[in-house]
């Protein structure tokens, strides 16, 4: 069996050795020529960016297995046309990025990135007693948008601070009912949006999610809460975004998910957003997408994935299968 990864050396030789003699391993780039021509005939491959043209041209191809949790970059409509394809993903960041979206959500409750950069410039002006206090978490309502491995896990952190959580899920229900509170579906959410002190999003993208969190939605916030986004950027729009931020609409954003990425050769001289000015503002933090960026969790994502593949290459049914109707 031939498994293609279109990743750099160090991840194919880590799965390689796991895999020992198992399986053949095959490298190629990201390019379509060069996946195609080095493992146009592989039964797996391992990548969260699978287009279309490729799942329909490698006529051996049974099993797309996607290092982290999001699938969004592979073209699931043309699985499911082409059929005898499975879909995997993996949770095992879903700890890492629960601790990120709290360091967030302190980070732009306590100031913390605006007092350290007046600071470095020998700027006193947000000592105590200046002119914008912390937010205390305690007593206050956190919103979940989602309530899967990483909603569940951020859940979990968040009871430590002795606030409120409740959530939105696609059904309006949840199995987790001794963490939340309360629970909604997108359709019923603008109560529990217009309560909340903190949302934070931790859900995937789908037709579904896709611009959900749009001017509609910002509008039913506090001009106090703050938003918190580590899922996916296309599911804030990003100028109904901007424009909340820009006229204090609500109290602030820390986003580590975004609308475009810069290529290798472009990331060290690209602003966050190509269209919208989000650095200037004071209001928002930003981060290059690194919540689930940890020795830990490349080491879990890469035995989790090498342990997927060995199950099914023994016939047994790999974990973490994709519902190709609901996208994740």
Request: net charge neutral; aromatic share 8%.
């Amino acid at each position: 069996m031939k498994v293609l990864i279109p990743y750099n050396a160090n991840w194919v030789r880590l799965v390689r050795e796991g895999l020992e003699d198992s399986v053949e391993v095959v490298q190629s780039d990201r390019a379509l020529e060069s996946m195609l021509k080095i493992g146009g005939d592989a039964e797996i491959i391992v990548s969260g960016r699978v287009t279309g043209d490729f799942i329909h041209a490698a006529h051996r191809l049974r099993m797309i297995q996607a290092f982290g949790a999001g699938v969004d970059k592979i073209d699931l409509e043309a699985v499911a046309e082409r059929g005898g394809v499975l879909v995997c993903n993996s949770h095992t960041n879903a700890a890492e990025v629960a601790e990120y979206a709290i360091g967030l959500l302190l980070a732009a409750a306590k100031n913390i990135v605006l007092s350290d950069r007046t600071m470095r410039n020998s700027d006193w002006t947000h000592r105590w007693g200046g002119p914008i206090p912390n937010i205390e978490l305690r007593g206050k309502k956190c919103l979940l948008l989602g309530l899967g491995n990483i909603g569940l896990e951020i859940a979990k952190r968040l009871q430590g601070f002795d606030v409120e959580i409740n959530a939105i899920t696609r059904s309006g229900t949840t199995k987790y009912k001794g963490i939340v509170e309360n629970v909604s579906s997108y359709h019923t959410m603008n109560p529990l949006i217009e309560s909340a002190d903190f949302i934070i999003l931790a859900l995937p993208l789908t037709h579904e999610t896709k611009g959900l969190v749009n001017d509609d939605f910002l509008s039913h916030m506090k001009s106090t809460s703050i938003i918190v986004n580590v899922s996916r950027g296309a599911i804030i729009n990003e100028g109904a975004l901007y424009r909340a931020l820009k006229n204090y609409q609500i109290g602030g954003a820390a986003i580590d998910v975004w609308w475009d990425y810069p290529s290798r050769n472009e990331q060290t001289h690209t602003p966050p957003s190509r269209r919208f000015p989000f650095h200037e503002l004071d209001n928002i933090i930003v981060t290059p997408h690194r919540a689930a960026y940890s020795k830990t969790t490349l080491f879990e994502q890469v035995n989790f994935v090498i342990e997927n593949i060995k199950r099914f290459v023994r016939g047994e049914v790999p974990h973490n299968i994709v519902d190709l109707s609901r996208g994740y």
